[in-house]
C-alpha cells in the first residue's frame, strides 16, 4: 500500500497564478483533509471531506477550493495565488467516523512558495 | 474556536533521560480524544499515542505515556529512556468531539536528545 500521496512535493508559483496540489489514498478511508504548517505554527485544517460528493470547510478555508468525485482523491485548488499562501501543506486520510477509528494517516506534505 | 497550548516551544534531553512535554487545551465537549504527533526533519508526521477523553486510564505505548488530566484540560507527553530518534517536533492535537476527526493543532514543541 502506498498510503496517501501527495503531489507534487515541490512547488514555486507567481503571484495570480492558479494550481492544484493532489492527494490520493489506496486505503478506501472515507475521511480526507487538507491541512497547512506555517513557521511557528502548528498545523491548521482548511478543508475535509467525509465521503466522496461531501466537503466543508476548516479553520482557514479562504483562497482555497477542493471536491471530492472518487473516494481514493482529494485534490486542494489554489485559483489565485497569493504570497500569504506560502506554506506546507499536507493531506491525509481516516477510517469512516462510525467505525470508531480516528487516526489519521498523512501524506509527506507540499512545499508550496508564492512569489 | 478551540486553543491548544504548548508552553515548551523548544526542550533539551540527555540520551536515557526521561522527559515531559506539557499540553492544555480548551474544549467544550465531554467526549473526543487527544493525539501527540512527531515530525521529525523529514517532515512526516507520525502518530506517537492518543487518549480516549472517556477512559480514565492513561495511554501507554511502548517509551511513551500520557498523563491526562480531564478537569484540567490538561495532555503531558513523557518520554522515558530518550533516544537519538526521538529528535523531532511534537504536537498536541485534541479533536472536535468524538469521531469527528477535525484536530486542532498547538504549536508545537521541538526536542532535542543530547548523546
Known amino acids: 500500500n502506498a498510503g496517501v500521496t501527495q503531489t507534487p512535493k515541490f512547488q514555486v508559483l507567481k503571484t495570480g497564478q492558479s494550481m492544484t496540489l493532489q492527494c490520493a489514498q489506496d486505503?478506501?478511508?472515507?475521511?480526507m483533509s487538507w491541512y497547512r504548517q506555517d513557521p511557528g505554527m502548528g498545523l491548521r485544517l482548511i478543508h475535509y471531506?467525509?465521503?466522496?460528493?461531501?466537503?466543508d470547510q476548516g479553520e482557514v478555508p479562504n483562497g482555497y477550493n477542493v471536491s471530492r468525485s472518487t473516494t481514493e482523491d482529494f485534490p486542494l485548488r489554489l485559483l489565485s495565488a497569493a504570497p500569504s499562501q506560502t506554506s506546507v501543506y499536507f493531506c491525509?486520510?481516516?477510517?469512516?467516523?462510525?467505525?470508531?477509528?480516528?487516526?489519521?494517516?498523512f501524506g509527506a506534505g507540499s512545499r508550496l512558495t508564492v512569489l | 474556536a478551540q486553543t491548544v497550548t504548548q508552553s515548551q516551544p523548544e526542550m533539551s534531553v540527555q540520551e536515557a533521560e526521561t522527559v515531559t512535554l506539557s499540553c492544555t487545551y480548551d474544549?467544550?465537549?465531554?467526549?473526543?480524544?487527544l493525539f501527540w504527533y512527531k515530525q521529525p526533519p523529514s517532515r512526516q508526521m507520525i502518530l506517537v499515542i492518543r487518549?480516549?477523553?472517556?477512559?480514565?486510564q492513561n495511554a501507554t505505548e511502548n517509551r511513551f505515556s500520557v498523563n491526562f488530566q480531564k478537569a484540567a484540560k490538561s495532555f503531558s507527553l513523557k518520554i522515558s529512556d530518550s533516544q537519538l530518534g526521538d529528535a523531532a517536533m511534537y504536537f498536541c492535537?485534541?479533536?472536535?468531539?468524538?469521531?469527528?476527526?477535525?484536530?486542532?493543532f498547538g504549536k508545537g514543541t521541538k526536542l532535542s536528545v543530547i548523546p
Open positions: 491525509a486520510s481516516s477510517y469512516s467516523i462510525s467505525s470508531g477509528a480516528n487516526v489519521l494517516t
Open positions: 486505503m478506501n478511508h472515507e475521511y
Open positions: 471531506s467525509v465521503g466522496a460528493g461531501i466537503t
Open positions: 474544549t467544550s465537549e465531554s467526549d473526543y480524544y
Open positions: 487518549q480516549e477523553a472517556y477512559k480514565q
Open positions: 492535537a485534541p479533536d472536535s468531539g468524538a469521531g469527528s476527526y477535525q484536530l486542532t
